[in-house]
């Protein structure tokens, strides 16, 4: 080995302790990728939900490129110590020269550590929602919901966010703490329907679109949310009942998983459609105008 390292400084030029650094690195880079491939072939043999299969590459990556980094200085610097003081005056130049990309890791760090979000949540930050699908060094990427679509729904877009958006911009998590959504839906009725009738309707209704939650989830649920002092009294659905200016308006509220809104509101209002219709007592509320005739005839016409 010693020859050819002789006979290769000969004939370049370079150092034979260059040569031999650098064959120490190639190396070191050929082991620790080895390594990584056989142990995350293993984890993804045994572990089949993809969500912990990314979060196993993730860690798989990023301890090999600090493994990595630390053999590789070792390797060139010849120790510790040297080490140390380089990565002191770089981390200084770096803030001052790189302050964007070093906020930006900083940024990371806050998503590993806290954990405000994390792969799988739906997020919205600076009006952009979506769901998170990957969170790297620098940025974290969201599959775009809602914008033209008029619903909770994906355009087909990714949106990429720099993470030290993270300490200038407040974020909102659907998924944190309560891992559902309150969801609601309007009917206003005329001051003629039957509203009690029509409030059996939509309590039915709500009743079948929403999150069936068994006693032992609901037990769950509430552990869940006093992690994070969420409380709430019931979590069944309630009919509200209020008078508006052309009519009763009957407001459902419901539980709602994040990804089943358009969904359940869609079969709501069919089964309301449905069951109006075939009601002679309920009329849907809308703005009208009434004119008044001689001999105290009236007649109702919708507004323009």
Not at 41 to 69: C, E, S
Not at 139 to 145: A, G, I, K, R, T
Not at 146 to 158: K, N
Request: glycine letters at 6%.
């Amino acid at each position: 080995m010693q020859k050819i390292i002789y006979w290769i400084e000969e004939n370049t030029g370079i150092s034979a302790e260059i040569l031999e650094n650098l064959l120490l690195s190639v190396a070191v880079v050929l082991v620790l990728w080895l390594l990584s491939h056989i142990f995350l072939k293993i984890i993804f043999k045994n572990q089949l939900d993809l969500r912990r299969q990314y979060w196993w590459r993730k860690v798989t990556n990023y301890t090999v490129m600090l493994l990595g980094f630390l053999l590789l200085a070792n390797i060139w610097f010849k120790g510790f110590q040297p080490i140390a003081t380089f990565l002191g005056l770089l981390s200084a130049g770096l803030v001052l020269a790189l302050k964007e990309p070093v906020l930006n890791m900083a940024g990371w760090l806050l998503i590993i550590w806290k954990r405000p979000f994390r792969v799988g949540d739906r997020i919205e930050i600076e009006g952009q929602i979506g769901d998170v699908i990957d969170i790297r060094l620098f940025q974290f990427s969201l599959n775009e919901v809602h914008a033209w679509v008029d619903a909770d729904q994906t355009t087909g877009r990714v949106v990429h966010v720099p993470n030290g958006k993270l300490f200038t911009t407040p974020q909102v998590n659907y998924n944190y703490g309560f891992p559902f959504l309150w969801h609601e839906i309007s009917v206003n009725i005329t001051f003629e329907s039957n509203w009690k009738k029509a409030k059996s309707i939509l309590s039915a209704s709500a009743g079948r679109h929403g999150e069936q939650l068994s006693k032992e989830s609901e037990e769950q649920l509430r552990r869940l949310s006093q992690r994070h002092l969420i409380f709430y009294e019931s979590l069944a659905p309630k009919i509200y009942t209020k008078v508006v200016e052309n009519g009763v308006r009957l407001t459902m509220r419901y539980l709602c998983s994040v990804g089943r809104r358009r969904e359940s509101e869609h079969l709501v209002w069919e089964e309301i459609l449905d069951a109006f219709m075939a009601s002679d007592d309920i009329r849907f509320a809308y703005p009208t105008m009434r004119f008044y005739q001689p001999g105290g005839t009236a007649t109702t016409q919708p507004m323009p």
